[in-house]
């Protein structure tokens, strides 16, 4: 694999010892707060391609000596305790409901505190923030958390400007992140600020997620929130959809697959899914199609006719409403990144 390498890769590589990330762990941590971005870190690489080597240190900083418990049961070893802990690049603080326990929380938030100034970059993830909310660093700046959260930590610390649907946020050094896997999501994006994007993407690659996810919080399986939300009678409607997506889906062609009328299909949508099936309908087209958009040789027309939408005009209004950015820039965003990282002859 060839990489390009930039000034900010050159300026890491340079630094005698490679950036040291921490990551705090208690009892009651979400233990993918934690594993998911470290794994990230972990397999990030700088220098040269013929020798390349770890581009971080990765330590896992404890409230007590101890082995911590996570909400799952996985035992969490740290390398050091808070009292100990190295001089860190980069803090890390996971998410989980131990850290809502009080004495768990002061003992962090008084970590955060005295570290803050010596961090080049200090992170949340999920509802890791309310590990940092607390000292007052995030007053007045941007973040988001978890969305069964959002409002919570809102009405809490009142002087944060709380996003309830984006997957992480940057604002200045600080910087929060949404669900579990969002914080590969951060992670990567920090990767991708230290070596550029080509090292990220090898990452992202490693670990078989997206480089770039587009969309929010909202984004989630949309197959899976139907099969959550629908009745019996409805779930099979979602794997109809999916397997028909370039075909005719008008709502009596739906009504009459799960033999039931037309009115009370889109009652039944209504009630349990809180949208018509049209709209169920689109979701899952424009769902669809932004895998399709990755893959080899696709065209936005293509794409647009493969998945239902009768012209490429309307595939395109469709598509730049949900996502925020039209078809053809989402394609030539990952067809650069994918170039960068084709396997050199």
């Not at 590589?13 to 990230?40: C, H, N, Q, Y």
Request: a positive charge.
């Amino acid at each position: 694999m060839s990489f390009e390498t930039d000034g900010r890769e050159r300026k890491l590589w340079r630094m005698k010892s490679r950036p040291r990330i921490g990551f705090l762990i208690f009892d009651g941590i979400t233990a993918l707060d934690l594993v998911g971005p470290a794994e990230a870190f972990g397999c990030a690489r700088r220098g040269p391609q013929t020798a390349p080597e770890p581009a971080y240190e990765v330590v896992v900083i404890g409230v007590s000596g101890r082995a911590c418990v996570s909400e799952s049961g996985v035992r969490l070893s740290p390398d050091y305790v808070l009292e100990r802990a190295p001089a860190l690049d980069t803090l890390v603080v996971p998410g989980g409901s131990g850290l809502r326990k009080p004495e768990t929380n002061r003992r962090i938030a008084a970590f955060v505190t005295r570290r803050a100034r010596r961090l080049r970059r200090l992170a949340a993830v999920c509802t890791g923030i309310y590990g940092i909310a607390p000292t007052g660093l995030l007053d007045g700046r941007r973040v988001t958390t978890h969305w069964t959260r959002a409002a919570d930590v809102a009405e809490r610390f009142p002087k944060l400007k709380v996003s309830h649907n984006e997957l992480f946020i940057k604002d200045g050094r600080f910087y929060t992140s949404a669900g579990v896997t969002s914080g590969i999501d951060l992670a990567l994006s920090m990767i991708e600020e230290d070596l550029g994007p080509s090292r990220a993407l090898a990452v992202a690659r490693e670990l078989v997620v997206y480089m770039k996810r587009q969309g929010g919080q909202e984004q989630f399986s949309e197959p899976l929130q139907f099969q959550l939300a629908a009745r019996d009678r409805l779930r099979d409607l979602s794997d109809y959809v999916t397997a028909h997506l370039g075909r005719d889906l008008s709502v009596p062609v739906l009504a009459k697959q799960l033999a039931m009328s037309t009115r009370q299909l889109s009652r039944l949508c209504q009630q349990e899914l809180g949208q018509a099936p049209a709209a169920l309908v689109q979701r899952l087209r424009l769902d669809d199609a932004r895998r399709r958009l990755l893959e080899p040789g696709a065209s936005v027309d293509t794409v647009g006719a493969a998945v239902g939408f009768r012209s490429a005009d309307a595939f395109r209004r469709a598509f730049e409403q949900r996502f925020g950015i039209n078809p053809g820039a989402y394609r030539q965003r990952f067809a650069v990144a994918r170039g960068r990282s084709k396997p050199s002859a």
